[in-house]
C-alpha cells in the first residue's frame, strides 16, 4: 500500500475519504484539519493583543488526545504573543496508572517550555479516586464521581487563570459516541448543552454562559489518527486505560459505531455533522423557552462553585463520601 501523495510505504487507509497515507502526510493531514477546526471555530479572539492576549487552558492528562492538542496548539500558537496557554493536569488519586501519565505531561509541558499546573483531587478535595470507588457511596459508576470533579477543578482553574477559553482533546469518535447516546437517551436538553459546552460561535454563548467557554479542536479526526500522529512524531504519551473506566453503556457504542463504521465508512462525520446542527436548534428553542436566561445560576454556598442549586454537585457527592 502506498501513500497517494508521494507513493512512499502508507501506514494507514482512512476508508471514510479513501485515502492512504504515509506518516509525513498523516502528520500534514491531521495538523491541516485540527487548523481548520481551530479557524471554523473562531478559537483565537480576533481582538486580541499581545497586551491584552486571549488565554487558553488546555486540559492535559498525558494520554494521546491531550498530548496531541497540546503539541499542535504549540506548533501553531506558541510564538503568537496574542495567545497565552497554561496546561492543566489533574492528577484523580488511581494507582498505577495516572503516575505515568503525570510524567509524560510534565516530559511535554518541559519540551515545550509550556506553563504546566498539576492539582490532584487529594489536595483539593480530600478524595483519591481509589477510595471512592471503594467507598462508592451513590452507587454509580466511578466516571460519574470523576467526571463531577474533573470539571469542577477545570472551571475552577479556568476561572484563576483568567481563561477566555478551555479546551479539551476530544476526539472523532468520543464526540461521535456522545452524540449517539444523547440521542438515544433521548435527552434533548442534554444535545441542547453539548452546543452550549463544546462548539464554536463564542459570541453566541457569551451572552448566556457562566462558564468558560470550551472548544475541541480534535474532534474532526479519528481516534486511530491521533494514535498513528503520536507515533510518527514520537511524542511523550501514556497510552494505558483506566483501571475504573467502566462506563458500560459508552463501551456497547464505541463498538456499534466501530462496525457501522467497519461497513458505512463515514458514519462518524455524518452523525457529527446532523448532530451538531440539532444541538444548534435545541440550544436555540430552550433558550427561548427560559426567556433567553436559562435555568437561575449562583453561587454554591459552600465553595461558591456555579450551580442551579444551593449546594453544588460536586460538594453533594463529598458529602456522601465523606458519610460512608
Ligand atoms: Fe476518571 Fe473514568 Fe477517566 Fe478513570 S476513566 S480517569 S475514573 S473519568
Redesign the pocket.
Known sequence: MECDTCGADAIHHAAYSGAHLCGEHLRRSVEKRVKRRIREDGLLDPDATPENPDRWVIGL?GGKDSVVLTQILDDVFGPDPRVEMLALTIH?G?EG??DESVDATVELADDLSMRHELVSYAEEFGVR?DDV?DSDPENM???A???VF?RDLLERYAAEFDADKLLTGHNLDDEAQTALMNVLEGDVRQVAKHFDASLGAFDEREATDAFVPRAKPLRDVPEKEIALYCHVRDLPVHMA???????AYRGEIQSLLHDLEENHPGTRHSIMAGYEELAGLAAEAYRGDDDGEGPALSACSRCGSTTSRDVCRKCRLLDAIDAA
Do not use: K, L, N
Open positions: 492528562s484523580e488511581i496508572y495516572r479516586m470507588v459508576a466511578a466516571c464521581y470523576c467526571g474533573r486505560e483506566c483501571p475504573h473506566a467502566e462506563e
